[in-house]
């Protein structure tokens, strides 16, 4: 069975020529779209239709609130740009095949959106500004927070590589006094650790309504059952309990050894459905 989830979520949004294309590999061809008209608008010396577009807290504060959006297309061609779409690819595909399709577009914006907003906020005691693509490296401490053995370069394990690699950047960003720099690497390797772990249910969210009313769920085999007095089926009280889990912290929470469960109580359905015809 796989290991990620069966739904549509999970799967490629569409093949080319036999091979899965994600939202991660869109994601991708949109910041290496924006880096090609980059270069030829700068090129073509029109520079001031590039700063048009990158962050400024100045500007958002006046009142540019597009440039908190249109940040991320300003993309000169670079090895590192190149680094970071192939960390995207990389690392990005593997959170969507474990979290679903909606859940990793939801994480990646809110990573897009996390620097310009810390620097507006920041921008009110001093001039902030940001271009270019954000958030590549976020992804790869979200996975190795998600795969935290996983095997990388020089047969260190991911969770070892992202702790040097945020410690390391971090020690550069003190170097150079770049302290808006450091908050942002902080803000955003800190939300990737945080998001994840929430998915996995080791932590909720603080909820703020005032009355919650009962969750209603009408289980037919089991209220059947307790009416007529006939035994409950302890895997269908099971698979309860694995739905309730996934309501409350995401399919994401679910071990491995739970996904077969739920994978196996699915497959049984699906024969007693096609018996029944």
Known sequence: MSFYGASDEHQPVTWLRGYPLYAAH???????????????????GA????????FSSEAVLRGEVWRVFSYGLVNPPSLWFA??????????RELEK???????????GCLYLLSPLL??????????????????????????????????FLNLLAKWVALILVGLYSLMALSSRDLVGLMTLWATAGFAYAFVRHQQGHFALPSF????????RVLPDLETAKVVGAPVDPSMVEIDALLDKIAKSGIGSLTAKERARLDAARDDLLKKTAGRR
Do not use: C, Y
Request: proline share 3%; aromatic share 14%.
């Open 26 to 44: 869109f994601i991708v061809a949109t910041f290496v779209g924006s880096m090609i008209v980059t270069a030829i608008t700068m090129a073509a």
């Open 209 to 216: 309504r005032f009355r919650r009313k009962p969750a209603l």
């Open 47 to 54: 520079h001031s239709l590039l700063g048009g577009l990158r």
């Open 83 to 92: 680094i970071d779409m192939l960390m995207i690819v990389w690392f990005g």
């Open 119 to 152: 620097l507006t906020i920041i921008g009110l005691r001093q001039p902030t500004s940001l271009s270019g693509e954000t958030g590549a490296f976020a992804l790869f401490v979200a996975f190795a927070t998600l795969h935290p053995n996983a095997m990388m």
């Open 98 to 108: 474990n979290f679903g399709r909606t859940v990793f577009l939801t994480f990646f």
